[in-house]
Antibody, heavy 121, light 107 residues
């Protein structure tokens, strides 16, 4: 059974940092593009970043470029999101999501349960 | 970036009703469109991809159609478990982008 379990969310002050993790199991993690998607309270879905199977390609939404870094450790079946210079508008539930197929597909058939990041003083 | 506009933003319907949700892209996306269902406090669930292909395990009352910039999700006979928020998503180009969502409520 495919499972994605996020952790690392919490309350952080503006300008602070946080590192999210996503532990993957039930599939060959190293074969799939992985993404982070967020959802602000009461709002819609926003794609944040994705990373290629071997980590050689990474893409970000403009609003997080230069502040967030996506990475992965295929030996540990884990995906990460390092978030620096956090702003109030980064407050959201952050989901990790797996691409549908073992090549870039851009849509997601497996999602984690999400982890809440709250940026507030 | 490609903007995705969903309509309506909410609707009220009864069990058994036929429901249609539309999604318009700001440019052609060549059927690179997915639909998701999300219930409160839960992660989104993939319903359809490639505009009209049903994800495994999804009931056949869900269908999708469209081309170019305009796409439609149809629920042929609304069931109690279908009351949720639905999102379209284009994956034609990066960044992938989502529509604003359509909340389907009980009439």
């Amino acid at each position: 059974e495919v499972q994605l379990v996020e952790s690392g969310g919490g309350l952080v002050q503006p300008g602070g940092s946080l590192r999210l993790s996503c532990a993957a199991s039930g599939f060959t993690f190293s074969s799939y593009w992985m993404s982070w998607v967020r959802q602000a309270p009461g709002k819609g879905l926003e794609w944040v970043a994705n990373i290629k199977q071997d980590g050689s390609e990474k893409y970000y939404v403009d609003s997080v470029k230069g502040r967030f870094t996506i990475s992965r450790d295929n030996a540990k079946n884990s995906l990460y999101l390092q978030m620096n210079s956090l702003r109030a508008e980064d407050t959201a539930v952050y989901y990790c999501a797996r691409d549908f197929e073992d090549f870039w597909s851009g849509y997601y058939n497996y999602w984690g349960q999400g982890t809440l990041v709250t940026v507030s003083s | 970036d490609i903007q995705m506009t969903q309509s309506p933003s909410s609707l009220s319907a009864s069990v058994g009703d036929r429901v249609t949700i539309t999604c318009r892209a700001s440019q052609g996306i060549s059927n690179s469109l997915a639909w998701y269902q999300q219930k409160p406090g839960k992660a989104p669930k993939l319903l359809l991809y490639a505009a009209s292909r049903l994800e495994s395990g999804v009931p056949s009352r869900f269908s999708g159609s469209g081309s170019g910039t305009d796409y439609t999700l149809t629920i042929s006979s609304l069931q109690p478990e279908d009351f949720a928020t639905y999102y379209c998503q284009q994956y034609y180009s990066t960044p992938v982008t989502f529509g604003g969502g359509t909340k389907v409520e009980i009439k």
